[in-house]
């Protein structure tokens, strides 16, 4: 049996926790702060490998086994937690509002229509039946049925509950100050209080996986790209579908609220929500359903996704350490890919099959690449939002 030190307990570290412990590895995760209130927490919860047509080949077909999986993962994890994680698997529209938007979004649905996706396009016409409430400028829409969303908090809950009930140790506030090893090993991670003994490390720790990293002197080129988000409530909720639009997107909350976002900055580790996200966000919710301007905003947050240089998550065995996996830098999409990440890096650790992994995710494609820059160092002069469809929608 593995001893397996996890470091950082957001989604994808309490995914790998669980599906380790089901296996039979003792597992210990270590997070810094507290489980699932970093880039997790940030999250909208979105379900959507196909909303952003940028995306390369391997990252899409990443996304769609992820989602095809996850209906049969959120009934697993329900009744191993023992609450609903609020799966609503209702769709999503992603909306064009000129001419050359619509154009834009006509080209994307033929290519991924011919690609065998379940799409359906909506006029402007169909649109307004779809959701009554969404604005005029709304000229065409694309729908896929097989998106969603789910509470990125309840399922990160039921991972991290799920393991503990196989047998995990999870310990919060448990900073990784160093390691102990021993001929291109690691045998043991460093905190404040003990040092955990391991036969197995993997570094999960999302924005902060290159200070890790660091740690061994080795590069892992992540960096934290600040999001900010708000929610609108004091409502009946005006729209019941995942709304992208050209500047950022809406979803739909079982509890009734409405999240908005999202800003992508790269302004280091600066955490906080600022007046110009919020100016931005509350803009682009506007343009899209205007019965929002009468809404109250419950509130806003922000956090740090672990970015990357090619947008890609890393997956795999860090170089030059033998027994240091990497489980990081899936920016915008942990929420999605977090279950299908636990399952095949368990898969690779206990079996050492990890050839459904894409290739393209493999750490060892920056092992050339000098250390990250410092982050603190990037700066930004404006909240620019995601563009969730296209910048020319």
Not at 187 to 200: E, K, L, M, Q, S
Not at 272 to 297: D, F, I, N, W
Request: charged residues 20%; glycine residues 10%.
């Amino acid at each position: 049996m593995s001893d397996v030190v996890i470091i950082g307990g957001g989604i994808i570290g309490c995914a790998c926790a669980y599906e380790l412990s089901k296996g039979g590895a003792r597992v210990t995760l270590l997070e810094y702060g507290k489980t699932g209130m970093q880039a997790t927490n940030a999250a909208a919860g979105m379900l959507s490998p196909m909303i952003d047509p940028h995306r390369t080949p391997a990252m899409v077909d990443f996304g769609l086994r992820a989602l095809h999986k996850y209906a049969d993962d959120v009934a697993e994890l329900e009744r191993e937690a023992g609450f609903s994680v609020e799966y609503m698997p209702q769709g999503v529209l992603r909306v064009g509002f000129s001419e050359r938007g619509a154009e834009a979004l006509r080209r994307t649905f033929d290519l991924q229509r011919a690609m065998g996706f379940p799409l359906d396009w909506l006029d402007a016409a169909a649109l307004r039946e779809f959701e009554p409430r969404l604005t005029e400028r709304a000229i065409a829409a694309v729908y896929s049925s097989t998106e969603g969303n789910v509470s990125n908090q309840l399922v990160t809950l039921a991972l991290e509950r799920a393991a503990v009930k196989r047998g995990a140790t999870i310990r919060e506030r448990s900073p990784v100050i160093g390691f102990r090893t021993s001929t291109g090993k690691v045998t043991g991670v460093r905190t404040p209080d003990a040092t955990v003994g391991c036969d197995i490390v993997i570094i999960a720790a999302g924005a902060r996986s290159a200070q890790i990293a660091a740690k061994l002197h080795t590069s892992l080129p992540v960096f934290p790209v600040r999001g900010q988000m708000l929610a609108f409530g004091g409502m009946h909720a005006p729209i019941h579908h995942v709304v992208g639009g050209p500047r950022g997107y809406l979803v739909p909350r079982a509890n009734g609220l409405i999240f908005a976002g999202a800003t992508v900055e790269n302004v280091g580790f600066r955490r906080r929500a600022t007046k110009s996200g919020a100016r931005a966000m509350l803009k682009m919710s506007h343009e899209l359903v205007p019965q929002l301007e009468a809404a109250h905003v419950e509130f806003e947050w922000a956090g740090l996704r672990p970015g990357t240089p090619d947008e890609l998550p890393i997956i795999g065995a860090l170089p030059g350490w033998s027994n240091v996996i990497a489980a990081t830098g899936h920016y915008r999409n942990g929420i999605l890919l977090g279950p299908l990440t636990g399952k095949l890096v368990a898969k690779g650790i206990l079996s050492g099959d990890w050839t459904d992994i894409p290739r393209e995710f493999s750490p060892a494609r920056f092992a050339n690449d000098q250390m990250t820059p410092n982050a603190e160092n990037v700066s930004v002069k404006r909240a620019d939002l995601e563009p969730s469809v296209s910048p020319t929608t």
